[in-house]
Nanobody, 128 residues
Framework: QLQLVESGGGLVQPGGSLRLSCAFS????????IGWVRQAPGKEREGVSC????????YYADSMKGRFTIARDNAKNTVYLQMNSLLPEDTAVYYC?????????????????????WGQGTQVTVSS
């Protein structure tokens, strides 16, 4: 059974950093697009970043470029999201999401919120 388990959320001051982890298991396809989606209170889910488990190509939403970095460790079956220079508006529940890689990852990741498999989410709160 496909499973995604997030960890690493917490409370951090503005300007601080956090690293989220997504441990995945039970995958049966050769390659996947795995990414991060966040949802702030009262707002719709928003795609953050995405990576291919195959060639490692990445995608970032425009507002995240330069502050967030996604990486994968296939040996550990884990995807990471390094978040720097955090802002109060980054406060949200962050979900890990995955879908079998069926076409160009850059195109797939623009539809991150439509991915089939989801974790339970981890809370990130940026506040002084």
């Amino acid at each position: 059974q496909l499973q995604l388990v997030e960890s690493g959320g917490g409370l951090v001051q503005p300007g601080g950093s956090l690293r989220l982890s997504c441990a995945f298991s039970g995958f049966t396809a050769n390659y996947y697009a795995i990414g991060w989606v966040r949802q702030a209170p009262g707002k719709e889910r928003e795609g953050v970043s995405c990576i291919s488990t195959g060639d490692g190509k990445t995608y970032y939403a425009d507002s995240m470029k330069g502050r967030f970095t996604i990486a994968r460790d296939n040996a550990k079956n884990t995807v990471y999201l390094q978040m720097n220079s955090l802002l109060p508006e980054d406060t949200a529940v962050y979900y890990c999401a995955a879908d079998p890689l069926t076409y160009n990852v850059a195109i797939m990741c623009r539809h991150l919120t439509d991915f089939a498999y989801w974790g339970q989410g981890t809370q990130v709160t940026v506040s002084s």
